[in-house]
């Protein structure tokens, strides 16, 4: 009787492992799979000319010179807003802000405004740079509604990194006479440096990933010069990638898996640099 | 941490002004930086609404809501989003279908069962599909699961309600993997060694222990999913078909409401009420997205505080 108890539970023990070990197993294969299909369609779509040259023929010839660089603008002045306001409110939330309901509902403002969907952000966008502001559709205004998106994520890790530097370091800089600015500038955010980079890389790679904040903010589907300033309409990668496929007949399949391995492969690259170096000064700084 | 430091203690120790000042300064700008999201939020909230008046006042939430005509460009409009809605249910109960057994199976694993070095390289790997564009996922659903959909069920068109459910579900599975491991994992060891003293193998230890002590977390999980689908845009504009009727089976096409508002916007006349109609569509989706995440999170919450984190 007891034996067969004991044989049950190691059957089941069995089945359960392997059916939650197929799950797990399932769950990798299907990135792995990813990574490879997007890699082997988009890469005939590659060369140099692809990478620097304007499209031609609504998209189906040439290349994603214009759209490559409209992301990277965009990128660059989001991260001019959301770097610092993101950082300087993780400092808040872990240096400054009282224990007290005030600070809790600035943390679930935090963490539900990482879950606003992204085309709510463009029509908040829409409605607040494009119109009230009078920025018109333009680089500023989707960049400064991408980076009420990209905040959170920077908030959240720079907060975390902050929290991880151990109080002595703080005690010893106040002992030693310096004011609390002092200790957070000098001493606090250099030494959560990895953190917070990691956070920041993650953050932007995704507003470089986004399309529905952008849609009415300034993206355009084509242009075949480089935009000039920060008023100026831009295209962007992963809008590029929308509407060739749904307003575009016989839309080229090699350009636009080209296009979607650029950006993907720029995005997780970017993540894994970040990743690694953290990785790396965390080896060298040890507490 | 502010339990600990106090910079009055330093400030009475003769500090010039000038640097009393700048630390005042300096206080009061990044506390402002801090109420950032309150602000932010309530931005939102408040362009939503004011641009919704005007459909609010003309048609009204109760007709909008529950009206299932949409033909936007007649003339005069018809503005019912009841099919908009329902769409956006289908396709995220769809979702829900694909990734909530797998993914919590994978979490399980995962955290109860895999050794050291599969949890690295799988947490790699779900930060990475975490990373991936929706427009990237659209594209590989147009590729592969549209054209799928078609052969297996002998149809006209493959952009179906399945299809886009079936992305989604696919991109929702780095949200539920990741948020219910960090349940399992803030269950506190001693609640495990207990139970196998007690001669309770793994799996009994994982279904009788962890998994009942993590639940209220691994709820939270999935309601975070849930919110991620809802509110997803790109991927589902891309393969449901778009077809704004009320849908009978998974295997027509469907419109969501992110996918009306991504679809129209563009070509509506600013401050009309087709226009306010779309900010209504937003609104509704940001109420239903802000009450899944707030409740997700106060449980979340109240789980980190019950085990002490």
């Given at each position: 009787m007891r034996l067969t108890r004991v044989k049950r539970a190691r059957a089941a023990e069995a089945v359960a492992r392997a059916i939650l070990g197929a799950s797990a197993l399932l769950v990798v294969a299907a990135a792995a799979f990813l990574v490879l299909y997007i890699a082997k369609k988009g890469l005939p779509g590659l060369s140099w000319e692809f990478l620097t040259e304007v499209p031609k023929n609504r998209g189906r010839e040439g290349g994603i010179y214009p759209a490559l660089v409209g992301t990277l603008y965009v990128v660059a002045c989001t991260g001019l807003f959301a770097v610092p306001l993101g950082v300087l409110g993780g400092v808040y939330l872990s240096?400054?802000?009282?224990?007290?309901?005030?600070?809790?509902?600035i943390r679930l403002a935090v963490a539900n405004m990482a879950g606003v969907p992204s085309i709510v952000y463009g029509l908040f966008g829409l409605a607040a740079f494009v119109l009230a502001a009078g920025f018109g559709r333009s680089i500023i205004a989707a960049s400064l509604t991408l980076t009420c998106m990209t905040l959170p994520v920077i908030v959240t890790a720079t907060e975390e990194a902050l929290r991880q530097v151990p109080a002595d370091l703080r005690h010893a800089a106040l002992a030693l006479g310096a004011s609390k600015i002092r200790t957070v500038l000098s001493v606090v955010l250099p030494a959560a440096a990895p953190g917070i980079v990691t956070g920041v890389v993650l953050g932007l790679a995704r507003a470089a990933g986004e399309t529905a904040p952008i849609l009415f903010t300034g993206a355009v589907f084509q242009m075949r010069r480089l935009p000039d300033g920060l008023g100026s309409q831009f295209m962007a990668l992963p809008y590029h990638i929308y509407t060739q496929v749904t307003s575009v007949p016989n839309w080229n399949r090699d350009l636009v898996w080209g296009t979607a391995l650029v950006l993907v492969a720029s995005v997780s690259a970017a993540s894994a640099a970040a990743a690694i170096w953290r990785s790396a000064r965390r080896r060298r700084i040890s507490w | 941490m502010t339990d600990t430091l106090r910079p009055s203690d330093s400030r009475s120790r003769g500090r010039t002004a000038l640097s009393r000042a700048a630390e005042t300064f300096a206080k009061g700008f990044i506390t402002a930086t801090g109420w950032l999201a309150i602000v932010v939020l309530a931005a939102i909230a408040a362009f939503l609404?004011?641009?919704?008046?005007?459909?609010?006042?003309?048609?009204?939430?109760g007709r909008i809501v529950t009206g299932t005509d949409w033909y936007p460009t007649s003339s005069p409009g018809k503005f019912g989003a009841a099919p908009l809605i329902v769409?956006?249910?289908?396709?995220?109960?769809?979702a829900l279908v694909v990734a909530v057994p797998v993914g919590l199976a994978a979490a399980v694993y995962l955290s109860e069962f895999a050794g050291r070095r599969l949890k690295e390289v799988s947490k790699a790997v779900i930060e990475f599909m975490a990373a991936i564009p929706s427009v990237v996922y659209g594209l590989v659903g147009v590729a592969l699961v549209v054209p799928a959909v078609k052969r297996a069920f002998a149809l006209d068109s493959g952009l179906t309600a399945l299809s886009g459910g079936i992305v989604l579900g696919v991109m929702a599975l780095p949200t539920i993997v990741s948020i219910s491991e960090d349940a399992l994992h803030a269950v506190p060891s001693s609640l495990r060694h207990a139970s196998l003293a007690l001669g309770n193998t793994r799996w009994q230890t994982t279904y009788k222990v962890t998994v009942p002590a993590a639940s209220s977390g691994i709820f939270a999980a999935v309601m975070l999913g849930v919110g991620r689908a809802i509110g997803e845009t790109m991927a589902v504009l891309m393969l449901t078909g778009n077809a704004a009727v009320m849908p009978r089976s998974l295997l027509e096409s469907v419109r969501t409401m992110t996918g009306t508002i991504a679809a129209e916007m563009g070509e509506v006349v600013q401050g009309g009420t087709h226009y306010s109609v779309l900010f209504v569509v937003g609104l509704v989706l940001f109420a239903a997205t802000f009450s899944i995440n707030l409740a997700a999170d106060l449980v979340l919450e109240k789980q980190r505080k019950r085990w002490g984190v």
């Open positions: 240096e400054y802000a009282p224990k007290k309901r005030s600070t809790r509902i | 609404v004011w641009n919704s008046l005007r459909a609010l006042g003309e048609a009204g939430l769409g956006s249910l289908i396709v995220t109960l769809v």
